[in-house]
């Protein structure tokens, strides 16, 4: 049976409290929010001070962000945001560092809450992955349990947290340790024991974010009976798709992190196999989700948690292949002022392969450009950049809002996404205005010329050295030239 409810009714006059809110994921959802549903009440924005700036001043800087610019068309900044406020505090304290006042304006008002707040570092310890994603969720459960109103609890989950199985469900599989335990073990070990212990501790997850994250949902599978509660588990999240803008990012994880370098002239070879599938699912299905997982949640009398996979490979797979042809064009039709070299990405199928290769195509150069940056008195930094390095609920849905809150993936193709993405980087990402676009196109033209000198010089070079060590003439070690282009193009 489908809702004869719309989603914007169902969200009219309700407090929404989003922990995560000034992350890439929770900018969109707080974007969607206010665009889309007009008569939402209060928002309330778990923030934390960082990097010498006050919650406040952080505030102000998210009003700022590019995902509002749509928004900021049509509305003043005081419009958009009267009704957006920040809560200072901190997911991995107790309480979650709230003060009194605050904690008691969130239990009198807040009707819905969205915990989008994780460390995502695939490399942090035990210590803060445990405190973050795992306590912290029990932290903001707990808040949620104490809230008079309540109407729905979202939990944004990992589509990976049972990457331990070739297949995975809709559904809870069990855990593979003791959350209690691993509390206990990680209050009385230092890092450097729960490093040294890190494979035993880990009990067959691939790192603690997916460990963390699937205990975190267990945490809120017993909230199931308190209250309404939904899980949503996205793959990996990239750019918006369509809203609110085609090509937003705001994350530099991921291919648009690949584009990012790759428009640059900086990365030119990436180790990817264009034949597998990669699940890249867009931020805005991804909002609409978890907007629709909380009506869902809040407006069904079953007291049933739901778990939503948020993904594309089994819907509209993406494989590199689909757009490994076009790739390079888009580079050239969105190119930057600011690249340092003609762009040009080149998919290598191993990691052995890429490190070889990068040695000619990334390392090298980067050694050159940054010793003739250094002697120009600039600042070299290539060598540090290279070493970084869901059917039924849209049918559940009225027609309108299955519109506004599409979650249909059948009409996405992925050439057409990366050809926005590809904008979208350039703008978003290497912040470089579309005014500029005719001056980077004569910088592309000009770079193009220049790559092509540099192959002739370096073949030259090679032909001519050939020749002097054989003792051959030029002409007759002619050949030696496409078997270098031969042997270079493997790298
Ligand atoms: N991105 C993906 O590809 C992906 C894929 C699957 C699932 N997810 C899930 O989606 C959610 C959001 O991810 P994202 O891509 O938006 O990540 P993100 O851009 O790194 O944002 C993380 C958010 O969590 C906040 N946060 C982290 N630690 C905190 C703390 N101790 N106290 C308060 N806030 C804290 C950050 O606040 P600050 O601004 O203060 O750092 C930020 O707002 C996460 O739950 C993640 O597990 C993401």
């Known amino acids: 049976m489908s809702s004869t409810q719309s989603v914007a009714s169902w969200y009219a006059n309700k407090n929404v409290f989003i922990t995560g809110g000034s992350g890439f994921l929770g900018l969109c959802l707080l974007e969607k929010l206010l665009r889309c549903v007009p008569n939402i009440g209060d928002i309330y924005l778990l923030l934390r001070p960082k990097k010498g700036k006050s919650v406040d001043a952080r505030l102000e800087d998210l009003k700022k962000n590019s995902v509002f610019e749509t928004l900021l068309q049509s509305k003043s900044v005081e419009q958009c945001f009267s009704r957006v406020k920040a809560i200072a505090g901190d997911i991995a304290e107790d309480g979650l560092g709230i003060s009194a006042s605050d904690r008691q304006i969130l239990v009198g008002n807040v009707n819905v809450i969205f915990h989008s707040a994780a460390t995502l570092d695939f490399a942090e310890g035990f210590k803060q992955t445990v405190q973050i994603n795992l306590l912290g969720t029990r932290q903001v459960l707990a808040l949620a349990k104490e809230c008079r109103n309540f109407a729905a609890f979202v939990h944004v989950s990992s589509a990976y947290v049972n990457s331990f199985q070739t297949e995975s469900e809709e559904i809870f599989y069990p855990l593979k340790g003791d959350p209690e335990d691993i509390i206990a073990v990680v209050e009385k070990s230092s890092e450097k024991e729960l490093e040294e212990r890190s494979v035993e501790l880990l009990n067959g997850h691939a790192n603690t974010y997916t460990y963390t994250k699937q205990m975190a949902e267990k945490e809120v599978e017993k909230m199931e009976k308190v209250f309404p509660c939904a899980i949503v588990r996205p793959s990996m999240i990239v ?178 996404f990366f050809g926005d993405l590809a904008r979208g980087v350039r703008v978003y990402l290497n912040h470089e205005k579309m005014s500029n676009i005719e001056a980077a196109r004569g910088k592309d033209t000009m770079l193009m010329v220049l790559h092509l000198a540099l192959q002739l010089a370096i073949y030259s070079l090679l032909w001519y050295t050939f020749a002097c060590l054989t003792g051959l003439s030029m002409s007759k070690s002619m050949l030696v030239v496409p078997v270098f282009y031969v042997l270079f193009s493997f790298v």
């Open 239 to 416: 750019g918006a798709w369509k809203e609110p803008v085609p090509g937003w990012t705001a994350s530099k994880n991921g291919p648009q992190g690949f584009l990012m370098g790759a428009s640059k002239g900086i990365i030119r070879r990436l180790p990817v196999s264009k034949e597998l599938i990669y699940d890249y699912i867009p931020v805005d299905v991804v909002v609409n989700q978890l907007i629709v997982a909380a009506f869902r949640a809040g407006s069904t009398s079953s007291k049933k948690l739901e778990i939503f996979h948020c993904t594309s490979s089994t819907r509209k797979p993406f494989t590199w292949s689909s757009v490994y042809g076009q790739i390079n064009s888009y580079l050239h039709t969105y190119p930057l002022k600011s690249a340092v070299w003609y762009p040009h990405l080149k998919l290598l199928p191993s990691v052995t392969w890429f490190r070889i290769s990068a040695l000619f195509v990334h390392f090298l150069p980067a050694i050159i450009l940054d010793g003739l940056t250094k002697l120009a008195g600039g600042r070299p930094i290539l060598m540090r950049l290279h070493r970084r390095q869901h059917a039924k609920l849209q049918e559940w849905l009225t027609s309108e809002d299955q519109v506004m809150f599409n979650l249909d993936l059948s009409s996405l193709r992925w050439p057409e």
